[in-house]
């Protein structure tokens, strides 16, 4: 019964988001993204253990498709991973970098990312729509979250935030992100928002 009214409400949801102008309309939905950029060595570790996850190769440039029923398992997976791990660093004593893994029940933001990856993954979604994304926080903290490639936009799954936003929503400064040809390879992200902020400010 609860499961149903998760996926009624994520349902409704999803129906008063088309309802209001197409977002594919809008550029500022999509992420703009640059050249090729370094690949973070927590994920680089990651590819060593997991190297079928970090050589897969894409052609197809189309984005998902977000229908009512993408849009409810987006919902189900980011409210359930983020209900059953409980957030806790990895990171040693010594401050050395951390440990890229699948989390069972705790782990940190990059391990929420790659578990939701994974669910979605096998529920169907390309990976080259499955990207993890390295961003800024506004206290100056490095940050991990999922980036889904829509045909309506980029949308980001957060274990800090609730609810699923469109990238542009979100108060994070966007660095960069997986390839959306190639799982091992990191692009930079040109966000741009952050000047048109700053250019704001100066006046």
């Not at 790659?114 to 979604?125: D, F, V, W």
Request: glycine fraction near 6%.
């Amino acid at each position: 019964m609860i499961k149903k009214t998760i996926l009624l409400g994520a349902a409704l949801l999803f129906m008063c988001m088309t309802a209001q102008a197409d977002p594919s309309a809008s550029s500022g939905t999509f992420m703009k993204t640059g050249r090729r950029t370094s690949q973070p060595i927590g994920h680089y570790e990651f590819c060593q253990t997991y190297k079928n996850e970090c050589n897969v190769k894409s052609t197809d440039n189309k984005a998902a498709s977000l229908t009512s029923k993408t849009w409810s398992l987006l919902v189900q997976v980011n409210s359930s991973v983020n209900s059953k791990i409980q957030p806790a660093t990895d990171m040693d004593i010594w401050g050395k970098a951390e440990v890229w893994s699948y989390p069972t029940t705790v782990g940190d933001c990059e391990d929420y990312v790659l578990l939701k990856r994974k669910m979605l993954n096998e529920s169907g979604i390309p990976l080259s729509d499955l990207l993890i994304t390295v961003v800024r926080q506004m206290n100056g903290e490095g940050h991990a979250v999922l980036t889904v490639r829509t045909d309506r936009g980029d949308y980001v799954l957060d274990n800090l935030e609730p609810r699923i936003k469109p990238w542009n929503e979100t108060n994070y400064d966007y660095l960069k992100r997986q390839a959306t040809n190639n799982t091992g390879a990191w692009v930079s992200i040109n966000d741009d928002r952050q000047v048109l902020v700053g250019s704001i400010e100066a006046q």
